[in-house]
């Protein structure tokens, strides 16, 4: 079983556009779409988020599924779940964050 490193670059393609670059581009991704759904559902439409259980659960999925598989798109995936249901659930537990 190979551990793939996002942060030395251990088990990955080093070259441009390879498996580390899509990597961290997968992460960017993932904040950007965390910070979309905060301006624009939870202070436009008034759906309760918490942007930074979000932000917490969902790069806790992404880098543990990137670490395992190896691959982005995989990642991406449990990450947006995860970032879904730190996002919409937290708020029912501790409140919305900072956006109170």
Known sequence: ???HNM????????G???GLSTAWLGAVILF???AFCRKY???EM???????????VGFLAYFIAVA???????GLGLGLIGMAI???GAPYFMGEGSSE
Do not use: H, Q, R, V
Not at 7 to 14: E, H, K, M, Q
Not at 48 to 54: E, K, M, Q, R, S
Not at 68 to 74: E, I, L, R, Y
């Open 68 to 74: 395992f598989t190896g691959s982005f798109k995989w």
């Open 16 to 18: 441009f556009m390879g």
């Open 86 to 88: 730190g996002g919409f």
């Open 46 to 56: 008034d759906i309760p988020f918490n942007f930074y259980i979000a932000l917490t």
């Open 1 to 3: 079983m190979i551990f």
């Open 41 to 43: 559902l939870g202070e």
């Open 32 to 34: 950007f779409i965390a």
């Open 7 to 14: 942060f030395t670059g251990d088990g990955f393609d080093l």
